[in-house]
């Protein structure tokens, strides 16, 4: 009995040590992971590409919709009234300048020219008689045979008949012109549309007969914001700046054309307004496009792009070094410390990858470019040289991202396993804890 009450006392003092080394284990690790933690508090610099924030100048990616039309595109109108004879096209193909594509009926034209042809041979008949008649009696003046007076109306009325010469010429040459517009021939060189008039119909002077468009030229005219006119005009003065050039893409091929969707053609800027519409703030400009392969029409909607207009001396960042704060766009400032600081910025156009800050930020200051996500304000950097390429630092950014996210997840699988264990070893413990007792 006393022994048994001995052992007793023995197997609880034993439990108690085992307790107490079990609870100091765990402060232990309490510690250590309290430790860790202020450890993880405080970072060590983190490499991140900075760069200094300059004046540049900036070639933009703007485009703006238009309208095509044709340079020369021509109404073809009788000019004279009549019955429409015969067509000598077929409708819808090209034409060439000078040929001929509508007759008129002629007889009643051929028949005006005759009679104005005879009453000019009249008129000259009249004009020789009293051109003899003005001779005689200037000699009949001369010997004192007839009187000033009749020696003037002798010239009146050779006057009178040079006058009626002229007349007859005139109205011969009309009468002619007339019979020549009975033959209607093409003004330009073009592909021509559907007849507006039957033949065998009466046509009036001025009536229309058909369109002419030239397509191996287009026109396209569109609006530029009165900041990008202004921008352009004072660029075009610049002798040193780049030429700016206009391309043209019809988005409506995508759906019927996908092979030609992107196929854009060059072209010049012929115009740009001398004044700004006061309704829409805009600047009228035209661009003038070689289309040989006729595939881009009059009437049709297009986007023009300029290449090359610039904004010259702006400051810009790489568009990866921008984020979206609780306040609106920031950049990531380096302070003297290498200490990172957030900061609000106003944004101006995108320069391609670049992004233009229009306030909010100086010349000389640093900027953080690379790195972004995994920097917070009050963080230290350790500075590397930016490469100057924004595309090649948004590619390495992603990279790094896509490391980081599988490094944390493969910290968090062995914090997991650690927990597990320890539990596992604490609850077998205490399991002995209660056989013993």
Same mark, same amino acid.
């Given at each position: 009995? /006393?022994?048994?009450?001995?052992? /007793?006392?023995?197997?609880?003092?034993?439990?108690?040590?085992?307790?107490?080394?079990?609870?100091?284990?765990?402060?232990?690790?309490?510690?250590?992971?309290?430790?860790?933690?202020?450890?993880?508090?405080?970072?060590?610099?983190?490499?991140?590409?900075?760069?200094?924030?300059?004046?540049?100048? @900036?070639?933009?990616?703007?485009?703006?919709?238009?309208?095509?039309?044709?340079?020369?595109?021509?109404?073809?109108?009788?000019?004279?009234?009549?019955?429409?004879?015969?067509?000598?096209?077929?409708?819808?193909?090209?034409?060439?300048?000078?040929?001929?594509?509508?007759?008129?009926?002629?007889?009643?034209?051929?028949?005006?020219?005759?009679?104005?042809?005879?009453?000019?041979?009249?008129?000259?008949?009249?004009?020789?008689?009293?051109?003899?008649?003005?001779?005689?009696?200037?000699?009949?003046?001369?010997?004192?045979?007839?009187?000033?007076?009749?020696?003037?109306?002798?010239?009146?009325?050779?006057?009178?008949?040079?006058?009626?010469?002229?007349?007859?010429?005139?109205?011969?040459?009309?009468?002619?012109?007339?019979?020549?517009?009975?033959?209607?021939?093409?003004?330009?060189?073009?592909?021509?549309? @559907?007849?507006?008039?039957?033949?065998?119909?009466?046509?009036?002077?001025?009536?229309?007969?058909?369109?002419?468009?030239?397509?191996?030229?287009?026109?396209?005219?569109?609006?530029?914001?009165?900041?990008?006119?202004?921008?352009?005009?004072?660029?075009? /003065?610049?002798?040193?700046?780049?030429?700016?050039?206009?391309?043209?893409?019809?988005?409506?091929?995508?759906?019927?054309?996908?092979?030609?969707?992107?196929?854009?053609?060059?072209?010049?800027?012929?115009?740009?307004?001398?004044?700004?519409?006061?309704?829409?703030?805009?600047?009228?400009?035209?661009?003038?496009?070689?289309?040989?392969?006729?595939?881009?029409?009059?009437?049709?909607?297009?986007?023009?792009?300029?290449?090359?207009?610039?904004?010259?001396?702006?400051?810009?960042?790489?568009?990866?070094?921008?984020?979206?704060?609780?306040?609106?766009?920031?950049?990531?400032?380096?302070?003297?410390?290498?200490?990172?600081?957030?900061?609000?910025?106003?944004?101006?156009?995108?320069?391609?990858?670049?992004?233009?800050?229009?306030?909010?930020?100086?010349?000389?200051?640093?900027?953080?470019?690379?790195?972004?996500?995994?920097?917070?304000?009050?963080?230290?950097?350790?500075?590397?040289?930016?490469?100057?390429?924004?595309?090649?630092?948004?590619?390495?950014?992603?990279?790094?991202?896509?490391?980081?996210?599988?490094?944390?997840?493969?910290?968090?699988?062995?914090?997991?396993?650690?927990?597990?264990?320890?539990?596992?070893?604490?609850?077998?413990?205490?399991?002995?804890?209660?056989?013993?007792?």
């Amino acid at each position: 009995m /006393r022994l048994t009450t001995i052992h /007793r006392r023995f197997a609880a003092i034993a439990a108690l040590l085992l307790a107490l080394m079990l609870t100091a284990c765990g402060s232990e690790s309490e510690q250590q992971a309290q430790q860790g933690g202020g450890q993880q508090q405080q970072k060590p610099p983190r490499p991140a590409q900075v760069m200094t924030v300059e004046l540049r100048d @900036l070639q933009l990616d703007k485009s703006y919709p238009a309208l095509l039309r044709s340079e020369q595109q021509v109404t073809v109108v009788a000019r004279v009234s009549g019955v429409l004879q015969e067509r000598h096209y077929e409708e819808g193909e090209q034409v060439d300048e000078g040929e001929l594509l509508f007759t008129i009926e002629q007889a009643q034209y051929e028949a005006a020219v005759r009679q104005q042809r005879a009453d000019l041979q009249s008129a000259r008949a009249e004009l020789n008689q009293a051109q003899r008649n003005l001779d005689r009696y200037q000699r009949l003046y001369q010997q004192n045979s007839v009187s000033q007076q009749q020696l003037d109306e002798a010239r009146a009325t050779q006057e009178t008949a040079q006058a009626a010469v002229a007349q007859a010429q005139a109205a011969l040459d009309q009468a002619q012109l007339d019979l020549d517009y009975t033959t209607v021939e093409a003004p330009v060189t073009g592909q021509i549309s @559907l007849s507006e008039v039957n033949v065998g119909n009466y046509v009036q002077q001025q009536q229309t007969l058909a369109t002419i468009t030239p397509l191996q030229v287009v026109e396209a005219r569109f609006s530029l914001p009165e900041d990008d006119a202004v921008a352009l005009r004072y660029q075009r /003065r610049q002798p040193d700046a780049p030429e700016v050039s206009a391309w043209l893409r019809a988005p409506t091929l995508a759906p019927s054309l996908p092979s030609l969707a992107n196929q854009g053609i060059r072209g010049t800027i012929d115009y740009l307004g001398a004044s700004v519409d006061t309704s829409t703030s805009t600047v009228q400009a035209e661009a003038v496009f070689e289309n040989p392969d006729q595939l881009f029409l009059p009437g049709q909607f297009v986007r023009v792009a300029l290449e090359g207009l610039q904004r010259f001396q702006v400051l810009a960042v790489p568009e990866v070094a921008v984020t979206e704060g609780l306040k609106g766009p920031q950049v990531y400032v380096l302070d003297d410390n290498q200490t990172v600081t957030s900061r609000f910025v106003d944004l101006g156009e995108q320069a391609g990858d670049w992004q233009i800050i229009t306030a909010n930020l100086k010349p000389g200051e640093r900027v953080v470019v690379s790195a972004i996500g995994s920097l917070s304000p009050g963080d230290k950097v350790k500075p590397q040289p930016f490469d100057g390429d924004p595309e090649v630092t948004q590619e390495a950014d992603s990279g790094q991202a896509q490391a980081a996210s599988q490094g944390e997840g493969a910290a968090q699988g062995e914090s997991t396993a650690q927990t597990k264990s320890g539990d596992q070893g604490s609850a077998t413990a205490q399991g002995s804890q209660g056989d013993q007792g």
